[in-house]
């Protein structure tokens, strides 16, 4: 019996998209494709096969120390980036701002998904979910460029809505347009008692 079980659900890539230089800037550059190696998408800001630990992690490592990069993109839910825009006040948010790799629809409660869930879409090629990523002021100022006032309602707005981490399990290239289907751990939640 398998640990991971197809999901009646499927999401469709309505985004794709890289960051060439965070130290320049989080927003992301707007794809058509990706060609996705073991390192995440080449040439992004955030892929390799490792990173440095961050503060996410301070209660494992100290800050800095090289670790697995489970964290080579970000994916959000298209249906929840309406949800932070009207929030937020605007008609649209843009995935650039937020440095997005990917946005999908289709998928309720995104940003919730269990982690080691698997999104795999054509020729098998497969991300792994690590963990929700939560909200923090980086898009803030590259909000503010495009929609002045608004880049200090994201933290909130984004909350519980900030999509997932992932890095790749199989290697393969990935297209706007594309079908992904979700499979999910077979376990019960956990229960810390």
């Not at 019996?1 to 230089?21: I, K, Y």
Request: hydrophobic residues 40%; proline residues 8%.
């Amino acid at each position: 019996m398998p640990a991971l079980r197809q999901s009646e659900f499927t999401a469709r890539v309505v985004w794709l998209g890289h960051v060439p230089d965070r130290g320049e800037s989080l927003r992301a550059v707007p794809q058509d494709s990706v060609a996705l190696s073991y390192g995440g998408v080449p040439g992004e800001a955030h892929g390799g096969l490792t990173r440095p630990s961050c503060s996410r992690v301070v209660d494992l490592y100290p800050k800095g120390t090289e670790i697995r990069n489970v964290r080579q993109m970000t994916i959000l839910s298209a249906e929840e980036l309406q949800e932070i825009a009207n929030e937020m006040g605007v008609a649209r948010f843009d995935p650039a701002w937020a440095g997005a790799s990917m946005v999908i629809e289709g998928i309720p409660d995104f940003s919730h998904v269990p982690p080691s869930a698997r999104l795999q879409g054509p020729g098998g090629v497969t991300v792994t979910v690590d963990m929700q990523n939560r909200p923090c002021n980086l898009p803030g100022p590259v909000i503010e460029a495009d929609a002045p006032g608004a880049g200090r309602a994201f933290k909130r707005a984004a909350e519980g809505r900030r999509g997932v981490t992932a890095w790749v399990e199989r290697e393969g290239r990935l297209a706007v347009g594309d079908a992904l289907r979700l499979f999910a751990p077979d376990q019960r939640a956990w229960n810390a008692g």
